[in-house]
């Protein structure tokens, strides 16, 4: 009466559902040095949620896919030295493609590196403005008898 009672128990055992570590999630939190590449519009109000897209040195693919948080930053921990490519676009067309230099030991090369002042850019503009303008009454001057 023994034999069938063991039979059931070894098929009972056999065919339970066993633990599955696929479904599992473990976590760390960790401190590192990352590189955070801030996104402002002109007026200093932050370009938040916005697509972005971070690709390592020799890569075609990207390796982070994600967007700007609610303060305009995109944030990435490299792996590898060289040049990374941060893409970061909205969906009215604005947006960047910038280079950031990693050194040896996986930091930002040089130091924090800010784009042209509004005012750099309308004094640029003004001044090919006049530049055209210029050449423009030249060449006119030159025609005339």
Do not use: N
């Not at 995109?74 to 030295?81: A, G, K, N, S």
Request: glycine share 10%; net charge positive; charged share 20%.
């Amino acid at each position: 009466m023994k034999r069938p009672f063991l039979m059931a128990a070894g098929c009972a055992l056999l065919l339970a559902p066993a633990p599955s570590p696929a479904h599992g999630l473990a976590h760390a939190v960790t401190a590192g040095r990352a590189v955070v590449v801030t996104l402002t519009y002109d007026d200093g109000s932050p370009f938040s949620f916005e697509s972005c897209e971070v690709t390592p040195p020799a890569a075609d693919k990207p390796s982070q896919v994600g967007r700007t948080d609610r303060l305009g930053r995109v944030v990435f921990l490299p792996d590898r030295p060289g040049d990374w490519r941060v893409r970061v676009v909205s969906e009215d067309g604005h947006g960047a493609d910038l280079t950031v230099p990693v050194d040896a030991a996986l930091l930002p090369a040089g130091g924090p590196v800010a784009g042209p002042s509004r005012f750099a850019k309308l004094v640029t503009g003004v001044s090919v403005l006049f530049g055209i303008f210029g050449l423009v009454a030249l060449v006119i001057t030159r025609r005339r008898p």
